[in-house]
């Protein structure tokens, strides 16, 4: 098993398996609870509070309340059982295509594409705001590396895991890369904050839409959840500030391809540098 220092969902090897299965049902069944009284809270605040169409209500439910809840949920099912990468690309893809897809049909339904932002854009604003967007993305990452080695805490190991090693794994990670793209800045910029910013303001939904945005990737540790929620703002800063949504796309796309494929290894922190880091 991992260290504790690895921010890991994790058991003692000396529990037995029925503690170790009574542990896990009960986690499981308090995030379910937790999940089905907020998903109650979340609708009647949007369609019945804020007034919004009953449809709005439930894809903003699912998108604010269930996902995250069930991203929260694998984990403790998980455990420390092997990942088969291939597999989970290939279902992660589905769930984000169609989660973009059903934003995109419920967001443009009677306005068109620009009503979550995926109206027109001159090209040299979009270069610009892609190259800019990418490299404090990239900065952003680089400096949790580093704030990772200096108070001492390894990327967990599923993070780790998810990591393709083979050629045939960097080219569906690249599929993976663009379903992620499209399918989460459709869904939590283009539908997700432009739905609350008539509700609370387009700066709060901003921060609550990248709030939920770091813990549907739980799996990645604490600074991981960390990490994400601010990569989530700044998404929402480059959509807000450019007035489209496609910056926020291939800058999206493309932190995950180079943070993937290309960079993966050098950006992740693992117990073996921190040990050398010690010594």
């Not at 804020?50 to 455990?79: K, S």
């Not at 009677?110 to 490299?135: D, F, K």
Request: proline letters at 4%.
């Amino acid at each position: 098993m991992d260290e504790p220092g690895d921010n890991e969902v994790g058991y003692d090897d000396g529990a037995s398996s029925t503690e170790v299965v009574d542990a896990v049902g009960g986690l499981l069944r308090l995030l379910l609870f937790a999940g089905a009284a907020l998903s109650a809270v979340c609708f009647w605040s949007l369609s019945g509070l804020a007034g919004l169409p009953w449809v709005d209500g439930a894809l903003g439910t699912l998108l604010f309340v269930v996902v995250p809840t069930l991203a929260c949920a694998q984990l403790p099912l998980i455990g420390d059982t092997p990942i088969e990468r291939v597999p989970a690309y290939g279902s992660s893809i589905v769930t984000l295509w169609s989660l973009g897809a059903l934003c995109w049909i419920v967001g443009t339904w009677g306005e068109g594409p620009g009503a979550i932002g995926l109206g027109s854009i001159g090209g040299s604003a979009l270069v610009g705001w892609t190259s800019v967007g990418t490299a404090v993305a990239l900065a952003l990452m680089v400096a949790f590396r580093a704030v990772s080695l200096r108070i001492g805490v390894a990327d967990s190991r599923l993070l780790r895991d998810l990591l393709p090693q083979t050629g045939g794994e960097r080219r569906l990670f690249a599929w993976l890369s663009l379903a992620a793209g499209v399918g989460e800045e459709v869904a939590y910029r283009g539908y997700g904050l432009t739905l609350l910013a008539g509700v609370i303001g387009p700066w709060p939904a901003a921060v609550l839409t990248s709030l939920v945005f770091g813990a549907m990737h739980t799996y990645q540790g604490v600074l991981g959840v960390l990490r994400t929620t601010l990569l989530g703002l700044w998404m929402a800063a480059i959509f807000l500030w450019s007035g489209s949504l496609w910056p926020a796309v291939l800058t999206h796309t493309l932190l995950d391809l180079i943070a993937g494929i290309w960079l993966g290894e050098r950006l992740i922190v693992t117990r073996e540098d921190l040990a050398r880091r010690k010594g």
